[in-house]
């Protein structure tokens, strides 16, 4: 056996697992079991060639990576697939040519120890030309028309995934906003001249750390006691806090504090892109690929086009620096 520590009956079926928390929930039953299936036989079948196959010199990490890439495309093409209209006796040919397509290409650029980064953008070229051209080919036998050939081109759930995480991101944040808003109504408002109110003066930090970079200003709080720490970061939240606690106190309490303070920076791609490269920086590229291995297509890309100084465009900013954070934390 190629490659025997490889348990690929075990990782399929855990991967198959995984899968039923994020297929679409506007699907029926068997819609959702088909996904389900897909991904799980694709796995199966690919996972066990590299693990039997004499003439491939993988490793159990490299085994695992292909298989899990193998298993994300299956996934966000059967969706495709079933969100494009094509009829459903034609889903497999095509979901099967992808595969195909992706354990090839993979097969190759692993090989040839290409950078992770990538052998990921080959993958994604070629499983986009490879659907492609089997939507094309079933508009030439005359099974599907133009029209549904380029809608079906349009399908893509990575991206409608990528779209969704923003904006459940920025919903958390409306809420949490929202839900702060209403304690601090709360508060007695300050008179103008009573600057030495100490809920006054947590305000308006908060006013302050809201124009800041947020990994400075985290750097900041941690010299903040407990619970003025909590408190700035609740009323960090409350939208129009200006307004709530009186323009007159603000400038006051700012021009007292505002020496005090580094001044701030906004988030950006490139400040993304040096903290995931500063947390490459310090491993190895095979403990680099063990940290990944069980992470997503687009957080893969993510790290390794910041490895080489680029920004992964489909992510947003803030999400990739909660990647960051994330990646940071679990090792």
């Not at 491993?283 to 910041?306: D, F, Q």
Request: glycine share 4%.
């Amino acid at each position: 056996m190629a490659t025997p520590n490889f348990d690929y009956e075990n990782f399929a079926q855990n991967l198959a697992a995984q899968a039923q928390e994020l297929v679409p929930q506007d699907f029926n039953d068997d819609q959702k079991q088909y996904v389900i299936n897909t991904l799980g036989n694709f796995s199966l079948l690919s996972g066990k060639a590299i693990a039997e196959d004499p003439n491939l010199n993988f490793n159990e990490e490299q085994a695992v990576t292909i298989t899990q890439i193998i298993a994300e495309w299956a996934f966000h093409k059967s969706v495709d697939v079933i969100r494009s209209g094509i009829p459903q006796q034609y889903w497999d040919g095509i979901l099967q040519k992808i595969a195909y397509t992706i354990f090839e290409i993979a097969k190759q650029t692993f090989s040839q120890g290409l950078p992770n980064d990538k052998i990921l953008e080959l993958i994604e070229h070629h499983v986009k030309k490879s659907y492609n051209e089997a939507l094309e080919e079933l508009k030439n036998k005359g099974i599907i028309d133009e029209g549904l050939m380029e809608y079906a081109a349009s399908q893509s759930n990575m991206d409608r995934m990528a779209q969704e995480m923003q904006e459940q991101q920025q919903n958390a944040q409306q809420s949490a906003q929202e839900d702060d808003s209403s304690e601090f109504s709360n508060i007695p408002q300050p008179q103008p001249q009573k600057v030495e109110s100490k809920v006054l003066k947590l305000a308006t930090v908060a006013m302050l750390f809201n124009k800041m970079n947020q990994d400075r200003v985290q750097s900041i709080l941690n010299k903040f006691e407990q619970d003025d720490a909590q408190s700035v970061v609740k009323y960090m939240k409350i939208p129009d806090l200006p307004e709530k606690v009186g323009a007159q106190n603000v400038l006051r309490c700012l021009q007292e504090i505002k020496t005090a303070l580094p001044h701030s920076t906004d988030l950006n791609p490139n400040k993304a892109v040096l903290k995931l490269k500063k947390f490459a920086s310090k491993h190895t590229n095979e403990e680099l690929e063990t940290i990944l291995i069980r992470e997503r297509i687009g957080v893969k890309r993510l790290v390794y086009n910041a490895i080489e100084g680029k920004f992964y465009d489909k992510i947003p900013p803030k999400v990739a620096s909660i990647v960051a954070t994330h990646l940071q934390n679990s090792v």
